[in-house]
């Protein structure tokens, strides 16, 4: 079974530092998926980044890259220059392409992320 | 913003008691998914979908059952609730299977 690890229960940042919140996975199966949701206090989840493993490079949105270190099994966030909006719970996020990936997204437990004007 | 819609958004009921969350997609998807979140758990899945009438188990199905008859709706039961299922409950959707989720808005219950 897979298996993701967020292993910052909370963190505290500076406003426009740079922010890299780790992520590192478990499979055994070559083909699968990686995703970042960002959850603000308001609640709902927001796709922020999608990773496939195959991919030779590392995906970027914005003012979000996901480091993606194969061989290590982590898919980090990084998000350049925060902002007081980025304050939020962040979930790493894995499927597997066995299957049809029809059984969704295996979720970590989360990192608080607050930012600090 | 994918149109899923969860009803009710926040209910509390007494132990004992069915109790029936629906969500409702006007996306066409073929994938559906409850998950339910807990404090230092994350989001956990509780059963999925892959076509009308094609439902499975997830990780935590123990106590739920589901149903779709339709595809744009998909409907989570706790045929006796419990107090360990106090939870904010959470609807998905996927165009594709493996690919990234919509999610709905959430639903607070809390069974006392």
């Known amino acids: 079974a897979q298996k993701i690890t967020q292993t910052q229960p909370g963190m505290f940042v500076q406003e426009k530092e740079a922010v890299t919140l780790d992520c590192t996975y478990d499979?055994?199966?070559?083909?699968?998926?990686l995703f970042w949701y960002k959850q603000p206090s308001s609640g709902e989840m927001i796709f922020l980044i999608y990773q496939g493993s195959y991919d030779q490079q590392n995906a970027t949105e914005g003012r979000y890259s996901l480091n993606f270190q194969k061989a290590r099994k982590s898919a980090n966030l990084v998000i350049s220059a925060s902002q007081l909006g980025d304050s939020a719970m962040y979930f790493c996020a894995m499927s597997l392409k066995a299957g049809g990936g029809a059984d969704g997204l295996t979720f970590g437990k989360g990192t608080h992320l607050i930012i600090q004007p | 913003d994918a149109g899923i819609t969860q009803s009710p958004r926040h209910k509390v009921t007494e132990t004992g008691t069915p109790v029936t969350l629906r969500c409702h997609q006007t996306e066409n998807h073929r994938y559906m998914y409850w998950y339910r979140q807990d404090p230092g758990h994350g989001l956990r899945l509780i059963h999925y979908?892959?076509?009308?009438?094609?439902?499975d188990k997830g990780e935590v199905s123990d106590g739920y059952s589901v149903s779709r008859s339709k595809t744009e709706d998909f409907l989570l039961t706790l045929e006796s609730a419990t107090s360990s299922q106090t939870s904010v409950y959470f609807c998905a959707i996927s165009r594709q299977g493996g690919e990234k989720l919509f999610f709905g808005s959430g639903t607070q219950l809390s069974v006392l």
């Open positions: 979908s892959y076509g009308v009438k094609d439902t």
């Open positions: 499979t055994s199966d070559p083909s699968y998926g």
